[in-house]
């Protein structure tokens, strides 16, 4: 918008009003503030403000309630307050006060107070809510919310459909659908008898009843204090402390038994409570500055564990680990100094301790720890070192310059030790693990699915140097570029062998950028940045570091591709045959040789167990994970700023950025969004303005992996061996022959995210006149996801028995389908005006209306019906329409 | 006239005070506050109540506490701008902040009018920041003679910020958000607009150290520690806005295949795989009592079993589902 600077022609008649302030200033004495004219005074002298009313939500809903405190259906009060106070104008010793609340009638109030006296003392308070209703549709059957233990009611059946499986646990039996749907039985569609039709309706009924809503919502209650003392000019102490409480539930997914992967989903009791601390000492001088200061953060977890029973097996209960207690202390120091009005140098340095101690849990459930434990608590230190340096200078006059660096080290010293554990309720397997001898054990202590695994301390050291110049070409355009060079090294304190994938990733960035004023009324910008980050060795055995027993001589080992592992450690067989890694390896194709032997014909991996594992922990070779792999990256802004008339301006603008992880066989491979921005502001006069925004964006990623199978030498399914659609192999045999490199089994996923946003604002005020202000918005916003899969899966076929007739087809190739589109659209309507009665009353109106509709395939899983493993939650995915009336009175004095 | 006029005044004022400041204690009034007022009065002379912007309620603000000797005059951060005083309506202020105004200042001259008092504190890393290379002014995000500045209070923040950035204002309409929008969390709880030592100007010196600021649980160490978490938590979430709960970039289980493609993980899961699809329906007419979607594509997906994705302190949790 233009300006009008020119009011410079005072009129004779009012120049001794309008000289208030040069009398007062000059006789300060001689006016009290009463005395002071009321135009003035309304300029210098603050204005209080208190809001109360009362408002009313028409319907319950945690989404459209999730952090506002609108959850419920019902009344709720308005109440909000700005009070100041203190000497204002030529009374003034300084002395200023105020409070200011926001929300006082919901769970999401606000409160601060302050009090001091400028230039020598300040001293702060605070109290601040934040609620957030995580979902009101949430069910379980578990007894205990509120609490740290939960067990099911003691009628509690568990779920099962008995034509499928007499004594199985199946959660399908909790609906009527699946739970009486005909299972196949010798390859016949064979409905329920009227026994197990009792069975599962018994389920039903018993069981159903017992899904009670729970609300899961978390809530923090901040508690801010606060000081700030000015010693004299040069010298400034100040001082914060923020004691928080989180309490609530939130959903946790827990698994009873991984064998068979039993799952529930819990309301994991929160109550938490996090105390920080700031204090620091500043010396600002004319040349320099300085600055020495304290950071501390202690968290404090009130809930040590979750225990639950197996819903699964109701002899059994299992126990989850909660957030250990930690804290985090910092010390830091920060210091300036000019060496010339353009060249100035700032040097800051800080070490921190973070540290973790909380004891172990001891209570040992199922034999999970078979060995107990190797200490009874972490002892866990991790000390941050950083350092960073900055010079900038003008060393002519339109070139500014910058050079940095930046070091960050986080130096992860808490002790390494072996842990032997057993998988979630697993069962000790009847054979022995290999490890025994080895480990100086009784044969037969432990047995084959035991994992024996190191921790990992991850430790990250930043190197980071930066350059950039700025040179202003002519009047309102410049050029500035910049270069950043980046190192990061990564290492494990106390690991036997390399634990990171990549030790050392490199990256350069270059950035170009364009400013220039156009025109008069148009300015624009437009910048390309290109970085390039690169591995020094990508190492895909860095999950040894995991699992010691790779590097011990184990017994009884299985043949491995004609090598008896018996004979040398996993470590040592992968050495021996230059592999790097134990799947199958990315990109071969027969015939078979050097490395990719092991993975020809019949060529199995080495069993897990032979490194003290209970699972294949291994990634495809080829698999880089994006966060270090290789990497080039690209980014292009642009923005033009319009100001069309003193009244209308317009502002475009584009981003885009595209990630290619060019030698990322598996994992990520790229990524790419683009973003566009338009705005547009109309200020018609004075008192009625309009501003228009519409945002679009795109973002998109592409995974791929290789769900390879085993290879074998089974030629048939019960007799039969045609697989149909014969789109890589036709029969069972050929198949499973070539199940590591079947290029069937190759997936890839194409993600995307499209978002639309649009808001549209209006501002009334000098209606009725003058009383009466009108304001409204309008915002929609439609978001959509779409997963591509391409690829499939091989299906045996359950009527492929014995007895089935000839051609029978022995499997069935399922080709991936996407994923349906997830749709989310939200529209929100606020309206509020003011009406003035007096110039200290007014009366206030409020209206919402939001309406927000999802489609979200996810939410599928969670219902009655879905899934034989885990327990339903029945949550519903948003979909709501709700509106809420306010009014208020306000009344303002001075 | 007008000068005459005001020196009247002036002396009037003079001629008056000597009876009123005897009555009156003599700790209410400082000889820094009557200076600061005095000199400010050459310039309020115009710039007064009736000036179509109010300049004057400066005076509600620190900046207008003329008991605090540092309080800046008019003349601290405008320039003396004698040639203004003497042809107010030809010469202009030797600085000018409106940004709006076609003699507005160049930016050093008007960020140096601040920094003269702010460089410490929150600012000690402006120099080289992100938003001074950008050539922003103080004054583009802040309103000095405002009794409260916009950005300074929570609740209008954003709408300052997203002046300028406006996809993080997209972003924050997203069904999964902080509470940007409600004035629960702001901008500069994570971000130090005015320089910092961590990327993209937050708080702290990284990602991680910013998010736990709020998030100490996930701070550990744990025992079982998740390497792209200690990493960065950036890797998994994306803080202003997302399509996938909790602040993902990504929706499980395509999130964790990113990383890992061992084991249940190297499987593939497409909408063959829901309730109703063709896994769950071979031949697309028999209905299996006995198929099931897989858990990792169901529910919490990978969440329902390894939870404690961000670590986990369990003697047994090295999977994260203890």
Not at chain 1, 80 to 91: C, E, F, M, Q, S
Not at chain 1, 379 to 395: D, E, Y
Not at chain 2, 176 to 197: A, F
Not at chain 2, 237 to 249: F, I, V
Request: hydrophobic share 35%.
């Amino acid at each position: 918008m233009k300006s009008n600077n020119g009011r410079f022609n005072v009129k004779p008649s009012t120049a001794a009003v309008r000289c208030a302030l040069v009398a007062m200033a000059i006789a300060p004495a001689a006016y009290a503030a009463d005395a002071v004219d009321p135009e003035v005074a309304a300029l210098t002298q603050p204005t209080s403000r208190i809001e109360a009313g009362v408002g009313y939500v028409n319907k319950d809903s945690a989404k459209f309630g999730e952090y506002n405190g609108l959850q419920k259906k019902g009344a709720y009060g308005i109440l909000n307050l700005d009070v100041r106070g203190g000497t204002y104008g030529d009374n003034d010793d300084g002395t200023r006060w105020k409070v200011i609340g926001t929300d006082l009638g919901l769970d999401t109030r606000d409160l601060t107070a302050s009090y001091g006296q400028q230039g020598k003392f300040r001293i702060d308070f605070g109290y601040d809510e934040i609620l957030r209703n995580r979902s009101d549709t949430y069910q379980t059957p578990y007894q205990g919310a509120g609490g740290n233990v939960f067990t099911l009611p003691g009628n509690w059946i568990t779920p099962r459909v008995p034509q499928v499986s007499a004594a199985g646990t199946n959660f399908r039996g909790l609906s009527p659908v699946t739970g009486l749907a005909p299972a196949l039985v010798t390859g016949v569609s064979t409905p329920p008898t009227a026994a197990q039709q009792a069975i599962v309706n018994n389920i039903i009924a018993t069981d159903v009843p017992l899904f009670q809503n729970v609300d899961l919502h978390t809530k923090r209650e901040r508690y801010d204090g606060g000081f700030t003392y000015t010693v004299n000019p040069l010298w400034e102490v100040k001082g914060s402390v923020r004691h928080e409480d989180k309490t609530g539930y939130k959903p946790m997914g827990t698994v009873s038994s991984q064998v068979s992967e039993f799952s529930a989903t819990l309301p994991d009791p929160i109550d938490q409570s996090t105390d920080q601390y700031n204090l620091s000492a500043t010396f600002t001088g004319s040349k320099a500055f300085f600055q020495v200061a304290y950071y501390g953060s202690i968290f404090k977890n009130n809930v040590q564990s979750v225990t639950w029973q197996d819903a699964n097996d109701l002899t059994k209960f299992a126990t989850m680990s909660s957030a250990p207690s930690n804290q985090y202390h910092q010390i830091g120091m920060t210091g300036g100094y000019h060496f010339d009005p353009t060249t100035k140098l700032v040097v800051n340095g800080s070490i921190a301790r973070g540290t973790q101690n909380e004891s172990f849990l001891t209570g040992e459930q199922n034999n999970q720890l078979p060995l107990g434990l190797p200490t009874q608590s972490l002892n866990g230190l991790v000390v941050t070192k950083i350092f960073n340096m900055k010079l900038t200078a003008r060393p002519m006059k339109d070139l500014n310059v910058m050079a940095s660096y930046k070091y960050d080290d986080r130096d992860n010293r808490t002790p390494v030790n072996t842990y032997f554990f057993q998988d979630a309720n697993e069962a000790r397997a009847a054979a022995a693990s290999p490890f025994n001898s080895a480990l100086g054990l009784a044969a037969n202590t432990l047995g084959s699915n035991i994992n024996i695994y190191n921790n990992r301390a991850y430790s990250k050291k930043l190197n980071q140097a930066d350059l950039e110049a700025n040179y202003r070409i002519a009047k309102g355009q410049s050029i500035n570029a910049s270069y950043q060079f980046q190192k990061i090294d990564r290492d494990c304190t106390g690991a036997w062998i390399d634990c990171e994938d990549a030790d050392t990733t490199k990256e350069h960035t270059g950035r170009i950028e364009w400013k220039a004023n156009l025109v008069e009324d148009l300015s624009g910008r437009v910048s390309y940045a290109y970085s390039q980050r690169k591995v020094d060795n990508y190492n895909e055995n860095a999950f040894l570091a995991l699992v010691p027993m790779a590097n011990a001589l184990g017994v009884g080992g299985a043949a491995t591709n004609g090598t008896t592992v018996a004979t040398q450690s996993a470590l040592a067989y992968m050495l021996a045959n230059g592999l790097t890694g134990y799947g199958p390896l990315a990109g071969f194709s027969p015939p078979y040789t050097g490395n990719a032997l092991i993975y020809g014909n019949n060529g199995g991996i080495i069993p897990q167990a032979l490194y003290g594992s209970r699972n294949n922990i291994n990634e495809l070779p080829g698999m880089r994970r994006f966060n270090m792999a290789d990497r080039n990256r690209d980014k292009v802004r642009g923005m033009l700023n319009w100001e069309a008339t003193d009244k209308l301006s317009f502002q475009g603008g584009a981003d885009y950025n595209k990630d290619d992880y060019d030698n990322s066989v598996y994992g990520l491979k790229s990524a790419q969004s683009y973003s566009l921005n338009f705005e547009g502001t109309f200020a018609a006069s004075d008192d009625l303005s309009a501003s228009f925004f519409y945002t679009y964006e795109d973002i998109r990623s592409k995974t791929a992996g290789d769900a390879y199978g085993a290879n074998s030498n089974t030629a048939n399914v019960a007799g039969f061996t045609g697989i149909d659609p014969v789109v890589c192999y036709g029969t069972i045999l050929a198949r499973n022959l070539n199940g590591k490199q079947d290029p069937c089994l190759n997936w890839s996923t194409d993600m995307r995210d499209k978002v639309d946003t649009l808001g549209l604002a209006v501002r009334k005020t000098g209606l009725m006149g003058g009383r009466l202000r009108l304001g409204g918005d309008v915002s929609y916003a439609r978001q959509t996801t779409d997963i591509g899969v391409n690829g499939g899966s091989y299906v045996n076929n359950p009527l492929a028995i014995t007895g089935a007739p000839a051609g029978t087809i022995a499997a069935f190739f399922i080709a991936a389908q996407n994923l349906p589109t997830v749709t989310v659209k939200t529209t929100t309507v606020r309206l509020n005006g003011q009406y003035q009665i007096d110039k200290s009353s007014a009366v206030g109106m409020i209206y919402i209306y939001q309406r927000m509709t999802g489609v979200d395939w996810s939410y599928q899983g969670m219902q009655y019906g879905t899934g034989t493993n885990y327990l339903p939650t029945n949550e519903q995915a948003p979909n709501y329409t709700v509106q809420v009336v306010g009014v208020s009175y306000t009344y303002r004095f001075r | 006239m007008l000068g005459a006029i005001c020196a009247a005044s002036a002396l009037l004022a003079g001629a008056v005070s000597g009876e009123a400041r005897a009555a009156e204690p003599a700790s209410t009034r400082s000889s820094v506050q009557q200076d600061g007022l005095a000199q400010d009065a050459k310039c309020t002379v115009c710039h007064n109540e009736a000036w179509r912007k109010p300049v004057l309620s400066i005076y509600q603000t620190p900046h207008g506490n003329r008991a605090d000797s540092r309080a800046p005059l008019c003349t601290s951060c405008h320039g003396q701008s004698e040639n203004h005083q003497k042809d107010p309506g030809g010469a202009r202020p030797e600085v000018v902040f409106a940004t709006d105004s076609k003699h507005v200042s160049p930016t050093d001259a008007r960020n140096g009018a601040c920094l003269n008092c702010h460089e410490t504190g929150k600012r000690m890393h402006w120099s080289g920041s992100k938003h001074q290379s950008e050539d922003l002014a103080c004054a583009s995000c802040h309103t000095v003679h405002a009794p409260q500045d916009k950005v300074l209070a929570k609740a209008t923040q954003p709408e300052v910020c997203f002046t300028c950035h406006k996809t993080e204002r997209a972003q924050t309409h997203r069904i999964s958000h902080h509470p940007i929008l409600e004035g629960k969390v702001v901008c500069s709880d994570c971000h130090n607009p005015h320089g910092s030592t961590g990327p993209k100007l937050l708080v702290k010196d990284s990602v991680n150290d910013t998010c736990y600021t709020c998030h100490a649980e996930k701070r550990g160490p744990f025992l079982w520690e998740h390497a792209p978490v200690t990493d960065d938590c950036t890797n998994c979430h994306t803080p202003h806005g997302s399509t996938n709960s909790p602040l993902l970039k990504a929706r499980a289980p395509w999130l964790c295949q990113e990383c890992h493609s061992g084991d249940h993980s190297k499987n593939i899961y497409s909408g063959a795989n829901l309730p109703g699809g063709n896994v769950t329906t071979i031949n697309g007419n028999q209905g299996l009592a006995n198929q099931s979607p897989p858990a990792q594509l169901s529910a919490r997906a990978c969440m329902n079993c390894h939870v404690l994705v961000h670590g986990s302190n369990h003697p047994a949790g090295a999977k994260f589902q203890r």
